[in-house]
Every structure is written in structure tokens, then in C-alpha cells.
């Protein structure tokens, strides 16, 4: 039925199709496992048969679908080529060389998506008999065999590689496993060893793939999963060739192993929408009143999607803006969902906080402001969250209406207190973010969530440059609209003032250079040699004169000097678009 929805037009093509479908299918049926070799004799995989044929299918179709990629059938064809592997691929090319999806727009994904450079390698179906894989690992008693054998499969020290293989074999990891698991492990080492082979880094990348494999050695489900799933396997190699952090990131949560059975979705990170509802479907599944269960699993969904942008920022399907979007959408939908968690939790207990504003009762709001990185959404895989909570109780000593009440400023700050909680607190899953909340008014001596009127007299009468400085970044992310509306209001009437140019100079100036010297004590402190960071050999980009800390504080600059005069300035928080603004005024 579906090869006839592609060739119902074209009854010629649908019955050649099927024909050299079905006449592979029987007349290797009856062998166990299939393996491909390239032209240079480096296996490259062996499959159980029944996989290799569903990745075939696969293949078939996708053909199809860029054959007629012109007409209305309203296909997918980018998540079509998506789930393909480089193995599959290769056959399809090999088999029809006029399949015409080498010269479209399909083809540069899928060749930026699986790292294949210059043309497609043929590659020759071995098809003798009963194919037995030779282990590599039986290999390595034989230092000589083993080196020539390791370095036939393109590894640049072989040396090196066949140490790292043989203390892999003499760890308590490997000599721990049961009989089941070691000989699904020796099956999985020949695959590991040929795919890593074929990267431009193999060595590195087999330190970090052994690496992951005593974590997950005991996991047995963990290694028949790769053993049986040649998409994942591959990618998992392509992964932790192209990234350490990735391969550091799998090793120390291997329950995202998962995601790299489908590139479909591995390769294409949720917009901010679909994460929302991503998440909402992730709390589905554990109970409302077990609040572990649902921090652990916001914990489980910041790193898969965190795992996708990685894939996709490695793969060159995302743009450097877009990684950091996608990123800071991640923060916000995780921030808003334990906004709502914490204060549903609250209410239950205290019941809900109440204020008289002319006479009528009306319920204050709370608001979560990011600075820094998140403000700015330019968030990083590593970056943590600065933050500033706002309230909008006009009474602080009215009381919650529960039986067992607060007063507002309690209830608010023990809301605040919740949050930072939840997000930081340590779990099977790690932490969700690190937060810092030091750029609330009057610093870690001050009230952890300020009233909203409060926050604005601080900034129009107290509040440092450094601090006007970090305003330009800042903007609500969750929460009240209410307060969100406010503090647009506040930012842009502290930022339009007409400061003294010099004086502001002096001070920015200043501020930076504290700064760098700060960094350059705890840098010590941690026993790193500062100075050798940024010399005449080694830059240091965030930090080195001219450095990324460099340009923010310059833009930070401009938008103080500028927007009294300019003030299509305060429409924007990123530095990206502030210097655009910058080159248009």
C-alpha cells in the first residue's frame, strides 16, 4: 500500500521496485547476517537480515519520494532522509545510481547530516554464505596482529588504541559481566571499532566511546540496545566523534541512548511551542502529588532536548542564533512549568495570597526575571541562570487565605525559595541549572523577591552602573503579565536616562577591569594558569582583551549612552541585535 501510493501514477516503476524488493529478500532469507565492506576491505557493519531489509524499505521509499518530490503528495522528504543511516544510503546509491536525490538539496543534508564528504563510497554486498564477524578483541593477546589489524581500520596510533582496548578488557567493568552480557559486548566491540575507524579523529573518539562503555557495561539493556539498532550505533559514534561534551553527556546519563534510534527527531530540536507541550506530556506520566518524580523529570527533558540542539549544532542543521534560541526556550518552558508546580504546592498548604487595592480584594502576581545569558537568550550548554523574583502584593502583611495562612511576603519568598529548590537540588538526573541570584537589588543582602514598586526605586535611586548595565539584558520569562508589563516599563525608564558620558565610561571601564582581575584571582585560586590563556599563542575568547566579556560590556555601553536619544535601543536584550541597531542609528 505505500509503494502504491508513490507509483499509483506510474505502474512501470512500482512493479521494477518491488520486483528487486522481493528478489533480494528471498534469495537471502535464509542467511542469519549480511555485512557490508567497503572498497578499501574495512567492514564497516554487520546486521541481522530482517534489519537490514526494513532499512531498504525505508530507502525505497525515500527514492520514490525524491523522484517525485515535484508532485502533490505532500510528503516529507527531509524526515524521510533523516531516518536514514550512512550504510543504507549506500546500498540505495550503489544498487540505483540514477536515483536522482545526489544533485538536490536532500543530498546536502544528508551528507551534512552523516559526515560524508566528497562523493558517495560504493559499497560491495558480501554475501557468501554464513558471514562470521573476526573480534577484534580476540585479536589483541597478538600485540603484532592486533596493531596491524587496528590499523588497517584507520586508526592514526594504533599503539595507543590497543592500550586503551586492552585495559578496557583488564577493568572490573568488563571482567564483572556475565556470561549473556560479555558476548553481546564482544559482538559490539568489532561494530564500535570499524564505525570509530572510519572518523577523522578515531583515537580520541575511541577513548571517549570506552569511555561511555564502562558506565553503561552493567547495563546490559544498554549494549544489546547499539547491538541491535545500526542507526543508533552510528550515531552514537558520529556523536562522540564531533563532541567530548556529548560523549560526557551520554556516559553520565545513558538513558539518552534512547533518542539516537530515531535522527529524525535526534536531528530536529522542538520550537518553543511544541517543548511546552513536550513537557506536559513528560509530567503526564508521574503523578501531581509526587513532586521528586516531576523534578526528576524535567530533568530527563532538559537533557534530551539539550541532546538534540547538540546534535543538531554539530551536524550544521542549526545556526549558532538558533542553538542559543532553542536554549533558552528550554529554560523558559522548564522555569514557567516549575513556577506553576511550586506555586500550585504552595496553595494547597497556605492557601492562595490576597491584597485590597481600593477597596477590592485581587489576587498580587509573581514574575520571574532573567539577566545575563538567559536575558540575552544566549544561552549555553553550561550556563547557569541569573535571576530576580518580583511580586506585586500591595500589602506584604495580608495573609494567604488557607488554614494555615501566611503573610504575603512570606508566602512570596517562600515561593522563591521553592523554586530555586527544585531547580537546583541534586537528583538521579543531576541538577536542572546552576542559579545565581546575586543580581537581585542590593545583592545576596537583599530580600530574595522584591515588591515590583520597590524594584524601581532601587533602579532609579540606588542601583550601581554595573547594574543599569545588566538591566539591558534583562526580561520576564514566566510568570504574571501583569508584572511582566511593569517591568518593561521600569527598564526602559531607567535605561532612556540621560547619563553622563564621561563618568559612564569611567565607570564601565573600571567595572570591566575589576572584573578581569577577579577572574584572574579565582583562576588562580583553582591552580589554572591565567596568563598563559590569553598570550601571544593562546586566546582567550570570553575572557582576553577583545574578548566576548569585552564586546557585551561595549554594547552594554552604547545602549546607556545611546537610548536617551535613540530609544528603538531598549526594544531588544541580545547583543546580536543591539549591534545591528548600533550600525543603523
Known sequence: NVFYMFFNRKT????????????????????????????????????????????????????????????????????????LDSTTIDLCLSLFPWATFRRTKSAIKMHTLLNLKGSIPEF???????????NILDDLPNKETSLKSIAAAGYQNPTASHRELVSFLQSYQYRSLGSNGRKQLNQLMPLLVAAIGQHTNPDQTLLRVVSLLKKIAQRTTYIALLLENPMALSQLVKLCAASPWIADLLSKHPLLLDELLDPRFLYAPPDKGALGNELEHYLSRVSVDDVEAQMETMRQFKQVNVLRVAAADIANALPLMKVSDHLTWIAETILKQILNIAWQELIEKHGSPLCQINGQSTDPGFAIIAYGKLGGKELGYGSDLDLVFLHSSSNSQAMTTGDKPLTNAVFFARLGQRIIHMISIHTPSGVLYEVDMRLRPSGASGLLVSHVDAFFDYQMNKAWTWEHQALVRARAVAGDPHIASLFNDIRKTTLIQKFDAKKLKT???????????????????????????????????????????????????????????????????????LLACFDKI
Open 124 to 134: 560491495i554486498h558480501v554475501s557468501e554464505g554464513s558471514v562470521h564477524d573476526v
Open 507 to 577: 565607570e564601565v571601564k573600571e567595572m570591566r577591569e575589576r572584573m578581569r582581575k577577579s577572574n584572574q584571582q579565582r583562576d588562580t585560586k583553582q591552580g589554572k594558569k591565567q596568563g598563559k590563556k590569553s598570550n601571544g599563542q593562546i586566546f582567550d575568547i570570553k575572557q582576553g582583551r577583545g574578548g566576548i566579556a569585552d564586546i557585551e560590556f561595549m554594547v552594554q555601553y552604547g545602549v546607556l549612552a545611546w537610548s536617551h536619544d535613540h530609544p528603538e535601543l531598549l526594544e531588544f536584550n541580545d547583543n546580536i541585535c
Open 12 to 83: 512501470f516503476y512500482f512493479e521494477i521496485f518491488c520486483f528487486v524488493f522481493f528478489f533480494f529478500f528471498f534469495f537471502s532469507s535464509r542467511r542469519r547476517h549480511t555485512r557490508y565492506i567497503s572498497v578499501t576491505g574495512v567492514q564497516t557493519c554487520a546486521l541481522p537480515i530482517w534489519k537490514i531489509y526494513a532499512d531498504f524499505a525505508q530507502t525505497l521509499i525515500a527514492t520514490a519520494t525524491e523522484l517525485y518530490a515535484d508532485t502533490d503528495l505532500g510528503f516529507d522528504l527531509d524526515n524521510t532522509i533523516y531516518a
